[in-house]
């Protein structure tokens, strides 16, 4: 067991310190995700099983959220309230497009409409998994795929356009490179004590929210209990570089692992369309945050990008940070989106899923209580 938790480990680093190298966008989240997607496959070959326990996703997760939750300020609430209904349509037209993508992709692949669906929803992968497993006729190989697959696009195209001079992400991520390089031992001096109350609440909540069943426990309860210690009064230090690379690459092995594109049938349609249909996404996350900007003059194109850009939200937030975008709004938009995902659009696919999915025959039915 440890020898196959230090070679995808050694994997990981790989990736890391070769994007590090090139000077990639987020080398120590694009680096693993990269090479534990490739390295997985080589050592399947050589029978030996990955191995990297959830509990290190879920430590990272923690980090961020805390990193997410001292970033709100009373500012930043009054300025969320104002933009509430914006929220609100943002996210019915985002689902509005998934769903005609949805309906290409379908025609196309001859895969099931519900099954593209769901493959096409963006955020809450551990919900749709979920939903697909309760709901006859889903395909959940393709729907995993699916999901994975743009989760991946979006985590390393987005990169790639907010850091290039469209979004002025180069300039200002040589300016936080330059910054950190220059105060990361001031940070690492500063963390103690001071962490030591903010670490033991992160974890507590993260806890007592994942038995209770809440979305996203592992971020979520964090970034609240930040959110709320901070907006008290009670401050605590800004993480240090080497925790946000860290964190980074515990997410990106992760996510790495995630994809089995041996296990799809049709493999070179379904991969090309999938391909497809992520770039079409993004251009429409462009298009949507084009349009953030129009009806809210405060928010600027790199802040509404990563607000409307369908990923997952602890990547987004790590891309904020990287290019000085405004993490409180783009944490609050992410947010939304995964609270309506996860509490509104289950139930609409459900009664959407009784009109698309074909109903048992009545001889099917009685087999079936047989």
């Known amino acids: 067991m440890i020898r196959r938790f230090l070679i995808t480990l050694a994997i990981s680093l790989a990736g890391g310190f070769l994007f590090t190298l090139i000077r990639s966008p987020l080398p120590w989240l694009l680096g693993p995700m990269l090479f534990t997607l490739i390295g997985s496959r080589l050592m399947a070959k050589a029978k030996i099983r990955p191995l990297w326990p959830g509990w290190l996703r879920n430590s990272a997760m923690i980090a961020i959220g805390y990193a997410m939750g001292s970033a709100f300020t009373m500012e930043t609430l009054r300025e969320m309230g104002h933009q509430l209904p914006t ?24 895969q099931s409409y519900p099954t593209v669906l769901m ?174 900007t129009q009806l809210h003059g405060s928010v600027s194109p790199a802040t509404a990008f990563l607000s409307m850009a369908p990923g997952g939200m602890d990547q987004m937030a790590l891309m904020a940070r990287e290019v000085h975008a405004d993490l409180a709004i783009v944490s609050c938009y992410q947010i939304f989106r995964l609270w309506f995902i996860f509490f509104v659009v289950p139930p609409l696919l459900r009664l959407a899923f009784k009109r698309l999915l074909p109903r048992k025959s009545a001889g099917e039915e009685a087999v079936g209580e047989s």
């Not at 998934?98 to 290409?104: F, H, K, P, R, Y």
């Open 119 to 292: 493959g096409c929803i963006p955020g809450g992968l551990s919900q749709m998994i979920l939903l697909a497993g309760e709901t006859p006729g889903i395909n959940v190989t393709v729907m995993t795929f699916l999901q994975v697959s743009r989760l991946l696009m979006i985590i390393f195209c987005v990169p790639m356009l907010i850091f290039s001079p469209v979004f002025g992400g180069t300039h200002q991520a040589d300016t936080a490179a330059a910054a950190a390089s220059s105060g990361a031992g001031a940070a690492w001096s500063g963390l103690f004590p001071d962490i030591l109350l903010f670490a033991a609440v992160c974890v507590a909540v993260a806890l007592l929210a994942q038995k209770i069943k809440f979305p996203s426990a592992f971020l979520l309860g964090p970034m609240i209990a930040t959110a709320a210690l901070f907006l008290s009064g009670v401050h605590g230090p800004a993480l240090p570089t080497g925790i946000l690379d860290a964190s980074q690459l515990l997410i990106g092995t992760y996510v790495g692992l995630l994809l089995r594109p041996e296990r799809l049938e049709n493999k070179t349609r379904t991969i090309v369309l999938t391909i497809m249909s992520g770039l079409v996404l993004i251009g429409g996350s462009l298009g949507l945050s084009a349009l953030l």
């Open 87 to 110: 929220m609100l349509l943002m996210n019915v037209l985002l689902l509005l497009f998934c769903a005609l993508i949805a309906l290409g992709v379908a025609k196309l692949s001859g």
